[in-house]
């Protein structure tokens, strides 16, 4: 289990280090930080299973830290150390998630509270750890598909670097997992197929024999973990390529179907097989534009062109290009274009009057 003190005294800091017999209780000191706003950045760098701080520290005190932390990192536990005249301030960090508090400065009394809590975080720690290393159920498969699907390598972070290299389960238990979890990646491989992906795994005996040599837990961890990673890697770039061909495929359809009325986020989405909501977030992601804008871009565009012939009525190019109220027409066109469909057309003539006057 990794602790993190933070207090600006260093007093306190060296204190509980020599006092708290760390190693019996199955727990590590990674760090101190001497005020809010380090202790936040290592935090985020380390994930710390357990943050021991004080109150009243400069640049960011205690309580915006117990804040912080609570946001963005939940299963960390908190210790407060609190001296008397700062009660109320514990208190109101106990609605920011603080687990509990100690009174300082500190005696055996605090000590041995401190000494206790630690315990029962080591022990929660390492039992859900047990439990999640060594029992290979349905659902972590699952769930390893599932990131592998969406190139979510948060979920391999967090299982790689901080579940099973904090787990007690013993080194052969670790290979085991790791091998497991390579059938999973030989698995999900098959559908991304491709030379770089041969390259990368070689065949499935070579890369377990790789995995069946490693001498430690560290090393079998690390090794899968960074096939995971590259694997990651490669899938994103295929889903990056299949989401430009389908913006493209969007941008098309858009064209070939500027005048039929139901041209719509919905309509595409039929069309293409897609749910409207996967379509439009990709469309957005890859253009920066939402998908029902580039629509009507695309129709106030062809309206400027059909515009300039004066035999078409402007409710008659409304109606084209599937605007079934010319006044809403207008005012969308207004809005783009910043003038009305009538003055851009009466714009465009006055020009071209001037124009031919000019050429005689």
């Not at 985020?44 to 021991?52: A, G, N, V």
């Not at 150390?81 to 300082?104: C, N, W």
């Not at 595409?268 to 253009?287: C, D, G, K, W």
Request: hydrophobic share 40%.
């Amino acid at each position: 289990m990794k602790v993190l003190l933070v207090d600006d005294d260093v007093i306190v800091s060296r204190g509980l280090r020599n006092i708290i017999p760390w190693q019996e209780l199955g727990a590590e000191v990674i760090g101190e930080a001497r005020n809010g706003k380090d202790a936040l950045e290592i935090a985020l760098r380390l994930h710390p299973d357990l943050i021991i701080t004080d109150i009243k520290m400069p640049i960011m005190d205690g309580l915006e830290l117990c804040c912080r932390i609570r946001e963005l990192m939940t299963d960390t536990a908190i210790v407060l150390l609190s001296a008397h005249e700062e009660f109320d301030y514990a208190r109101q960090a106990m609605q920011y998630g603080v687990d509990t508090y100690i009174v300082k400065p500190m005696g055996r009394k605090e000590i041995s509270q401190l000494t206790t809590y630690i315990q029962e975080v080591s022990r929660r720690k390492n039992e859900k750890l047990h439990h999640y290393s060594s029992l290979f159920n349905r659902q972590l498969e699952l769930n390893c598909y599932e990131a592998l699907k969406t190139s979510n390598l948060l979920f391999f972070k967090e299982l790689f670097e901080h579940e099973l290299a904090l787990s007690t389960a013993s080194h052969n238990e670790i290979k085991e997992l790791c091998m497991r979890l390579l059938n999973i990646l030989f698995d999900f491989y098959q559908g991304v197929g491709g030379d770089r992906a041969s390259t990368l795994l070689q065949s499935k005996s070579t890369r377990f024999d790789d995995l069946y040599n490693l001498k430690t837990r560290h090393e079998a961890i690390s090794f899968t973990y960074d096939l995971f990673r590259q694997v990651n890697e490669l899938a994103t770039e295929k889903k990056e390529d299949r989401q430009h061909s389908l913006v493209q495929y969007v941008k098309q359809y858009v064209h070939d179907n500027i005048y039929n009325v139901n041209l719509s986020l919905a309509d595409i989405a039929y069309h293409m097989e897609r749910s409207p909501a996967y379509l439009s977030a990709v469309f957005s992601q890859n253009t920066g534009v939402k998908l029902n804008v580039y629509i009507t871009q695309k129709r106030i565009d062809q309206a400027r062109q059909l515009l300039l012939d004066p035999s078409l009525p402007i409710y008659s190019i409304s109606e084209k290009l599937g605007f079934q109220d010319p006044h809403y027409f207008a005012r969308v066109f207004k809005k783009v274009e910043s003038i009305t469909p009538s003055e851009y057309r009466n714009l465009y003539l006055n020009h071209s009057v001037r124009a031919d006057a000019e050429v005689k």
